[in-house]
């Protein structure tokens, strides 16, 4: 019952608002047959301006005021981690050493296997998997990568893997594990291609294929990394047991492409830090920057948003930094605490991982922030030409951000967590300070969202068919300073959208470059250009996107877990690019 209860609180606290806008508003309440039933107080028992004002009316006078102060309150939160980024990613991509090249990639190059002799459930390549020695006086780091996949088109999973190829230590340091699903059709054949091609480029590379139908386990990308994550603890037991694992497992979706100087700041990161490495998570901005001049504009707004609300909690001194489908942290502590979850609650694999890692080390996990963005594709759609093509893409995002929002059954899983903690702990993790700034960071993403629209929609119409006359002195303030807030807001908004320009500009061009080193054309690049239409249309649509890819998602998921938890994991479509030249 509790576990029911904890993951429809999201549920529950809509349920509340709107008991409580009827209760404050609905003529119900000025009816004779309610009175008869419930007499009317006499109203609140302060005095001031809140005479007059029933107890529902007040609260919804304090919470409407809080909820777009928060609102306000992120946007100045984005465009300070936004300045701060700009001056941070510029810093990063300077410390590159100029003496280490980026090793150009043949695309043609490969070696025949016979994968008919490969199983299903461990498949074994040439190079073993050992801890590469380097010319530092600090052992190197070995990343281990997951690199989770299901029905994704070969020429995706390619192209990521000649860009992670082309980085100057991969064949020294980088381990790859192809997550794959066993369900799907040509998988061995798939991954047989793909340790082919690239096997030489890599220290090793090595497919996992999580089974179906177990019990407790749902299909997608955090059953995948939990069957991977096992297989990378089993090749370094050994080093595990002895406490010498220099391992760093990065976890990364299909499309997306990772510059070597995410690598290199982790590094220097983790030895900067060596007496909080074993607790210490690695998160990364993520940016949009392959397709989105092709995207429909409200996809392009709708993964814009997506992008600020991880990056609005990577700001100078933050408490705590939220992953977005991109990050890294020690094998050991994957290890510690045993490693990713695959059951239902798991389905935002990124910020579940970062929760249970919280609880397990009792409040002390280290979240640090890498300056280099990962670069992300938009959605896609092949289906059609023009607006059907539009359409399909727009359905297909709404797919994406509704298995977004699913994530909100963390709330769930941290309220059960906070709860173990205030029964079974002496000192309570509830009580600190920074367990309240994470209990907000997961009220703005999985409540506020749906609280936002609704007291907006709300406000809009009520205070139009209502008299300004009749409204209480108290409420018509509320309602002039929250409309006053919705412009600051917006006004900020599209402050942080020209910040974003600046360093979209920034990253970019880096990557640019590092194809053309490396011989990889084919990755795609989406110049942003402020002046042009596609790009000013953004700044007037981001609140219509804002509302159907993430109010009405976060309502459909929320109200869906009343009655499951489980949610079927389909795989968004990514563009396929052709060679073109880079514009340096």
Same mark, same amino acid.
């Given at each position: 019952?509790?576990?029911?209860?904890s993951?429809?609180?999201?549920?529950f606290?809509i349920?509340?608002l709107t008991?409580?806008l009827?209760?404050?508003?609905?003529d119900?309440?000025?009816s004779?047959?309610?009175?008869?039933?419930?007499?009317p107080?006499?109203?609140?028992?302060?005095?001031g301006?809140?005479?007059?004002?029933?107890?529902?009316q007040?609260?919804?006078?304090?919470?409407n005021i809080?909820?777009?102060?928060?609102?306000?309150?992120?946007?100045?939160?984005?465009g300070?981690?936004?300045?701060n980024?700009?001056?941070?990613t510029?810093?990063?991509?300077?410390?590159?050493?100029?003496d280490?090249p980026?090793?150009?990639?043949d695309h043609?190059?490969?070696?025949d296997?016979?994968y008919?002799?490969?199983?299903s459930?461990?498949i074994?390549?040439?190079?073993?998997?050992?801890?590469?020695?380097?010319?530092f006086?600090?052992?190197?780091?070995?990343?281990?990568?997951?690199?989770?996949?299901?029905?994704?088109?070969?020429?995706?999973?390619?192209?990521?893997?000649?860009?992670?190829?082309?980085?100057?230590?991969?064949k020294?340091q980088?381990?790859?594990?192809l997550?794959m699903e066993q369900?799907?059709?040509?998988?061995?054949?798939?991954?047989t291609q793909l340790?082919?091609?690239?096997?030489k480029?890599?220290l090793a590379?090595?497919p996992?294929?999580?089974?179906?139908?177990v019990?407790?386990?749902?299909?997608?990308?955090?059953s995948?990394?939990?069957?991977?994550?096992r297989?990378?603890?089993e090749?370094?037991r050994?080093?595990?047991r002895?406490?010498s694992?220099?391992?760093?497992?990065?976890?990364m979706d299909?499309?997306?492409?990772?510059?070597?100087?995410y690598?290199?700041?982790i590094?220097?990161?983790?030895?900067?830090?060596?007496?909080?490495?074993?607790?210490?998570?690695?998160?990364?901005?993520?940016?949009?920057?392959?397709?989105?001049?092709?995207?429909p504009?409200l996809?392009r707004?709708?993964?814009?948003?997506?992008?600020?609300?991880g990056?609005?909690?990577?700001?100078?001194?933050?408490?705590i930094?939220?992953?977005?489908?991109?990050?890294?942290?020690?094998?050991?502590l994957?290890?510690k605490?045993?490693g990713w979850?695959s059951?239902?609650?798991?389905?935002?694999?990124d910020?579940?991982m970062l929760?249970?890692?919280?609880?397990?080390?009792?409040?002390?996990l280290?979240?640090r922030?890498v300056?280099?963005?990962?670069?992300?594709?938009n959605?896609?759609?092949d289906?059609?030409?023009?607006?059907?093509?539009?359409?399909?893409?727009?359905?297909?995002?709404?797919?994406?951000?509704l298995?977004?929002m699913w994530g909100?059954?963390?709330?769930?899983f941290?309220?059960r967590r906070?709860?173990g903690?205030?029964?079974?702990?002496q000192?309570?993790?509830?009580?600190r300070?920074?367990?309240?700034?994470?209990?907000?960071?997961l009220?703005?993403?999985?409540?506020? %969202?749906? *609280? #936002?629209?609704i007291l907006?929609? $709300?406000s809009?119409?009520y /205070? &139009?068919w209502?008299?300004?006359?009749?409204l @209480?002195?108290?409420l018509?303030?509320?309602?002039?300073?929250?409309?006053?807030?919705?412009?600051?807001?917006?006004?900020?908004m599209?402050?942080?959208?020209?910040?974003?320009?600046?360093?979209?500009?920034?990253?970019l061009?880096?990557?640019?470059?590092?194809?053309h080193?490396?011989?990889i054309s084919?990755?795609?690049?989406?110049?942003?250009?402020?002046y042009? %239409?596609? *790009? #000013?249309f953004?700044?007037l649509? $981001?609140?219509?996107?804002? /509302? &159907?890819?993430?109010?009405?998602?976060?309502? @459909?998921?929320?109200?869906?877990?009343?009655?499951?938890?489980?949610?079927?994991?389909?795989v968004?479509?990514k563009?396929?690019?052709v060679?073109?030249e880079?514009?340096?």
């Open positions: 019952m509790l576990v029911w209860l993951r429809c609180l999201p549920g606290s349920i509340a008991a409580m009827i209760f404050a508003f609905s119900l309440l000025k004779a047959l309610w009175k008869s039933l419930f007499p107080s006499e109203g609140t028992p302060w005095e301006p809140w005479k007059g004002l029933g107890i529902a007040s609260v919804f006078v304090v919470y809080f909820v777009h102060t928060q609102m306000f309150a992120f946007t100045l939160r984005l300070w981690s936004f300045t980024m700009i001056k941070q510029r810093h990063a991509i300077q410390r590159r050493p100029s280490v980026i090793a150009p990639i043609r190059d490969s070696v296997t016979d008919s002799l490969w199983s459930s461990d074994s390549v040439a190079k073993p998997v050992t801890v590469a020695q380097g010319k006086r600090t052992p190197e780091l070995v990343h281990a990568i997951i690199l989770p996949n299901y029905c994704e088109d070969l020429h995706t999973l390619e192209t990521t893997l000649r860009v992670l190829a082309s980085h100057p230590r991969a020294t980088y381990e790859i594990y997550a369900k799907e059709e040509n998988s061995i054949i798939k991954a340790v082919s091609t690239f096997g480029y890599f590379i090595q996992t294929f999580h089974p179906s139908g019990q407790g386990e749902i299909a997608g990308k955090s995948n990394v939990a069957f991977a994550a297989k990378i603890v090749a370094h050994l080093a595990l002895s406490e694992c220099n391992v760093m497992v990065t976890v299909a499309d997306t492409h990772l510059s070597r100087d690598f290199t700041e590094r220097r990161l983790h030895y900067h830090n060596i007496t909080e490495a074993d607790h210490s998570i690695y998160c990364c901005p993520i940016i949009f920057d392959r397709n989105s001049n092709e995207s504009i996809v707004c709708a993964d814009l948003l997506w992008s600020f609300a990056l609005s909690t990577m700001y100078p001194y933050t408490v930094a939220i992953p977005t489908s991109v990050y890294s942290l020690p094998l050991s994957a290890e605490v045993g979850d059951d239902p609650t798991a389905i935002g694999e910020l579940h929760l249970k890692c919280y609880f397990e080390t009792a409040g002390h280290v979240s922030v300056y280099i963005p990962a670069s992300q594709c959605v896609s759609s289906n059609g030409r023009g607006w059907r093509r539009n359409v399909d893409t727009c359905v297909a995002r709404y797919c994406q951000a298995r977004h909100a059954l963390d709330s769930g941290t309220a906070t709860i903690y205030l029964r079974f702990h000192r309570c993790l509830f009580l300070p920074r367990h309240f700034a994470l209990l907000h960071l009220w703005e993403a999985h409540f506020m %969202p749906c *609280h #936002l629209t907006m929609l $709300f809009v119409i /205070t &139009l209502t008299p300004a006359a009749s @209480h002195p108290t018509a303030w509320a309602f002039s300073f929250t409309n006053t807030l919705r412009t600051l807001s917006f006004v900020g599209n402050i942080s959208l020209i910040l974003y320009e600046r360093w979209h500009a920034i990253c061009n880096s990557r640019v470059q590092d194809m080193e490396a011989n084919d990755t795609g690049f989406s110049h942003r250009v402020w042009r %239409p596609q *790009h #000013l953004e700044r649509c $981001f609140p219509i996107s804002g /509302t &159907l890819y993430g109010a009405v998602p976060t309502i @459909h998921a929320v109200f869906s877990h009343f009655w499951t938890d489980r949610l079927v994991y389909r968004s479509k563009p396929t690019f060679l073109e880079l514009g340096l």
